[in-house]
């Protein structure tokens, strides 16, 4: 059994914003505040008492914030946009609708927004590897106007990003390249991921020009896998190719074992992802 009281958030003020200035306004000037979203990710944390904010400022009804755009190769996402609007994107960018579908249930894919997920930065959470994998940029917007975040340098650790005070994600910025995929393992479907990888190929005549990896559940961040992309440009796509591919990638992770998977089986898990989203990306 929870202890008592355990599933009852602790008192805090809410205040719903009515634009977007009005939101980073009220963020400044407290530092305990949150800024609450579609709250799939920071409800949860209130319930159990994971999170104490003294102020949450819901964002959720500023409309600007809610768009998916696409200009010449790049799609440009806005932090309200949700799990399920991106689910439904038709697209260049496979990578995306695949993730999407395999986040929570419904419910969480309809209220969740891709803001709200990345602001959370869990560990093993889904958007932060196709972010990265699509050369990502977080832009941000706060007390000193908007700021570029490139999504390498966004995610600093567990749950924690390079947002500073009073700032708040606008929009995300994904370069689409021709072929993208996401593949996750997890314990049973649309659980958090034991691996999960993004690929984002270049290829021609049979041949990897390019290509970015990123992975999630592997570790205490989201990282790129680059050691594997270094075995895959400007090789001949072959599954010994892929299988090196996935040696270097799992020699170049430090998982951390918890309730769902061991280190060694997640080690084991990425090697695998990696060959399935290859794959799924090249059309094999």
Sequence with gaps: MWPHGSMIPPPFEYYRASSLEDAIEALSRDPNAKALAGGQSLIPLLKLRLA????????????ELKYIRLSGGELAVGALATHRELEEWRGPCGAIPEAARQIGDPQIRSMGTIGGSLAHADPAADWPAV????????????????????????????YATALQQGEVIVEVRMRCPPSSS???????????????????VWAKDGVVEDVRLAATGVGLRPLRLKRAEEVL??????????????EAAAGEVEPVGDVRASAEYRRAMLGVAVKRSLRRALGL
């Design 52 to 63: 104490s904010p003294s102020k949450l400022v819901d964002i959720g009804r500023l409309k």
């Design 131 to 158: 972010v990265l994998a699509l050369d990502g940029v977080i832009v941000a917007r706060g007390p000193s106007g908007p700021r570029e975040i490139p999504a390498e340098e966004f995610f600093q650790g567990p």
């Design 182 to 200: 996401y593949v996750k393992i997890a314990r049973r479907h649309n659980d958090f991921a034991i691996a999960g990888v993004a690929a984002a």
């Design 233 to 246: 440009r400007g090789r001949r796509i072959s599954e010994d190719l892929l299988l090196k591919a996935a």
